[in-house]
């Protein structure tokens, strides 16, 4: 089975510009999650989904983030306008229940320049 | 508040010397309790799930064991490939389908020859 996709693996922007960040989970995992990992505050949960729902965003950093599941196959997670901070690691993960394991795809590793 | 420290920060082994990794915790109702490892570049991948105190899990060189305040990652005759991070994630009790992962900074193991 293939584990949790996502695209690019890297991205390099100037800062001001938009960036997209893509995942396709685990067929048949209702829940998808978009983390972000950084050396200061380590693994953080930015939002998550349950089947297709956005259920709490409460970790999103601020308004220019923003992230989309338009159906059980995709998800987006959407930086606009980039900011130097916002480099980090950003990972998605999915699980077939709430309370299931979470699979995590290998990350899009982000520099804002 | 629901917190999760790892020790020691990073680990420095000779291939053969045992050791233990520690995930202590406070959290309102453990429901689960997850180890990952985590390689550089790549996203955390699934090792343990433990669910309640005296509950071990074995897989190759590792073994993972809980308590009612901490876990434990006892890692016999490493070898140089288990040179990794180990993170350390709990889940809460909950309503509504959902099990918050919160994760602990983790331990970088480097394992020498």
């Known amino acids: 089975d293939a584990g949790v996709i996502q695209s690019p693996r890297h991205e390099v922007t100037e800062m001001g510009q938009e960036v997209t960040l893509r995942c396709k989970p685990i067929?048949?995992?209702?829940?998808l999650f978009w983390y972000r990992q950084t050396m200061m505050r380590g693994l953080e949960l930015l939002i998550y989904?349950?089947?297709?729902?956005?259920?709490?965003d409460s970790g999103m950093p601020e308004d220019r983030f923003s992230a989309k599941m338009p159906n059980a196959s995709f998800s987006t997670l959407k930086i606009q306008p980039s900011e130097p901070r916002d480099s980090a690691v950003y990972f998605c993960?999915?699980?077939?229940?709430?309370?299931?394991?979470?699979?995590f795809g290998p990350g899009t590793r982000l520099l804002v320049l | 508040e629901d917190q999760v420290t790892q020790s020691p920060e990073a680990l420095r082994l000779q291939e053969g010397e045992s050791s233990s990794l520690n995930c202590s915790y406070t959290?309102?109702?453990?429901?689960?309790l997850f180890w990952y490892r985590q390689d550089p570049g790549k996203g955390p991948e699934f090792l343990f799930t433990?669910?309640?105190a005296g509950e071990e899990k074995e897989k190759e060189r590792l073994k993972a064991t809980l308590t009612k305040k901490e876990s434990f990652l006892h890692i016999t005759a490493p070898k140089p490939e288990d040179s990794a991070t180990y993170l350390c994630?709990?889940?809460?009790?909950?309503?509504?389908?959902?099990?918050?992962?919160?994760f602990g900074a983790g331990t970088r193991l480097a394992v020498h020859p």
């Open positions: 433990l669910y309640s």
């Open positions: 959290v309102s109702g453990l429901r689960g």
């Open positions: 994630a709990v889940q809460a009790e909950f309503s509504g389908g959902y099990n918050k992962l919160i």
């Open positions: 989904f349950n089947n297709n729902v956005p259920i709490d």
């Open positions: 067929s048949g995992h209702d829940y």
């Open positions: 993960a999915s699980s077939r229940t709430g309370g299931e394991t979470q699979y």
